[in-house]
């Protein structure tokens, strides 16, 4: 009965052995070409078919851009600010609309409601004030956002809502 214990533990660890093998050569030689791609930063994420579409390409790795860059490739800015809802969650209303490419449809007026419950109350301590929303394509769609009280803006580095608003009129 040991004999046949024994030669059982050995096929089965000769057979983990094998697997483990298989196992490796799979993750390191089979798997790394399908999913290490040279990726070109100005590549867009969906393949657009229409001419309009191709003129506003959206951006990969849109939060990694400087300011100045994010602001030069987004085709509409907004400022939002949280109001408390019907719920007791927050909702983003459009404060402003600090940039607007011609030609590109946006879905949202001064004064309309972005979206609802996009901040739940968890405590009475954290209060969202406003937000910086970057949009990019045709129509526009929301590609990073930022919160923010006063008027630094920490998310874009500690820029002053003035200076964006100035940078926004040059684009």
């Not at 030689?29 to 040279?38: A, F, G, K, M, S």
């Not at 849109?62 to 969650?89: C, Q, W």
């Not at 609802?116 to 405590?123: D, F, G, I, L, P």
Request: aromatic residues 12%; hydrophobic residues 35%; contains cysteine.
């Amino acid at each position: 009965m040991l004999k046949k214990f024994l030669s059982g533990v050995i096929f089965g660890s000769g057979f983990a052995v094998a697997a483990l093998s298989l196992y490796t050569a799979w993750m390191f030689y089979v798997i790394p070409p399908l999913v290490i791609q040279d990726f070109d930063p100005e590549m867009t994420i969906t393949e657009a078919s229409s001419i309009e579409n191709n003129k506003y390409p959206n951006t990969l790795n849109f939060h990694e851009l400087s300011v100045d860059e994010m602001i030069e490739k987004a085709t509409v800015i907004l400022t939002v600010r949280y109001e408390p809802g019907e719920d007791g969650n927050y909702k983003s209303v459009v404060e402003d609309i600090l940039k607007q490419e011609d030609g590109v449809d946006l879905y949202y007026g001064v004064g309309e409601v972005y979206e609802e419950n996009t901040h739940h109350k968890m405590s009475d301590d954290f209060t969202p004030k406003k937000a910086v929303v970057f949009m990019q394509g045709n129509p526009a769609s929301m590609r990073y956002s930022t919160t923010y009280s006063g008027e630094r803006i920490r998310g874009l580095g500690g820029i002053s809502l003035d200076l964006l608003k100035e940078k926004c009129s040059k684009t």
